[in-house]
């Protein structure tokens, strides 16, 4: 599969890496959370992993993140959301996409499902409820002037406070859903709380599975990568490759 430079509306050039797998004409793109990039160890075990059992996959950095073009300060869950789309514009005709989204990648993804381009919603740890999360992990900071999480390459901006805000939550995505959706969380989870997923899950009208993976954190782990990639080869195989385009 022969794929250009991705960029998205606004000239930015978004940063990718494709692993090619047996699989021809199906692409599992993979979204980051808020702070990471497509090169947290995440994203590329699973990326890895899904590769060698067949499956293409694509990593990006959302603009402002990583390696990527644009400005950190004008992340936010709607910009993200453009970028997917435009890098679904640009993939060659008649591929079948799948969309893995870790975090805030997560609601990147709830937020995209309406798209016909997308087929498979897979989420990972995704966040749901976005104004308790930005006022749960940053509300003791000042738009313009604090950071996330304390990293000063994270600057906290009023654009990011002020769109989680307007989302305020997903739900009303999830319950129009009729597509595909696995959803993964870790019971240890402490930054997207494993909420989100159950209510999500139980929202959602089409095929659904909810894996709850015992003592997993956000980001999850060596340990837990095995059965994570596993569920979604398995949910992959069952309503992308078997199933006839939408």
């Known amino acids: 599969m022969e794929l250009p430079n991705f960029k998205?509306?606004?000239?930015?050039?978004?940063?990718?890496?494709?692993?090619?797998?047996?699989?021809?004409?199906?692409?599992v793109v993979l979204g980051h959370g808020v702070t990471g990039n497509m090169d947290r160890p995440l994203m590329v075990a699973v990326a890895e992993q899904l590769s060698q059992a067949g499956w293409p996959c694509l990593r990006i950095s959302f603009s402002g993140n990583g390696e990527s073009e644009g400005k950190f300060e004008d992340s936010t869950v709607s910009k993200e959301c453009e970028d997917l789309s435009d890098v679904l514009d640009q993939l060659p005709d008649g591929v079948r996409?799948?969309?893995?989204?870790?975090?805030?990648?997560?609601?990147?993804?709830?937020?995209?499902a309406a798209d016909p381009r997308i087929e498979v919603l897979v989420s990972l740890a995704g966040m749901v409820r976005t104004a308790l999360f930005c006022e749960t992990e940053f509300g003791d900071q000042t738009p313009g002037s604090g950071f996330m999480w304390?990293?000063?390459?994270?600057?906290?901006?009023q654009a990011f406070v002020d769109d989680m805000k307007q989302i305020g939550d997903l739900l009303d995505e999830a319950g129009k859903l009729t597509k595909p959706y696995l959803l993964i969380h870790g019971t240890a989870d402490d930054v997207v709380l494993p909420a989100d997923s159950i209510d999500a899950f139980e929202a959602a009208q089409g095929p659904k599975h909810l894996l709850e993976i015992d003592g997993a954190e956000h980001s999850?782990?060596?340990?837990?990568?095995?059965?994570?990639?596993?569920?979604?080869d398995e949910w992959l195989s069952e309503h992308l490759e078997s199933s006839s385009p939408r």
């Open 8 to 27: 998205n509306r606004h000239g930015e050039r978004i940063n990718s890496a494709f692993h090619p797998g047996k699989r021809e004409d199906l692409l």
């Open 97 to 112: 996409v799948a969309y893995c989204g870790h975090s805030m990648g997560g609601a990147v993804g709830l937020k995209s």
């Open 150 to 157: 304390d990293e000063k390459d994270c600057p906290l901006s």
């Open 220 to 232: 999850f782990d060596d340990e837990s990568y095995p059965e994570l990639v596993s569920a979604i």
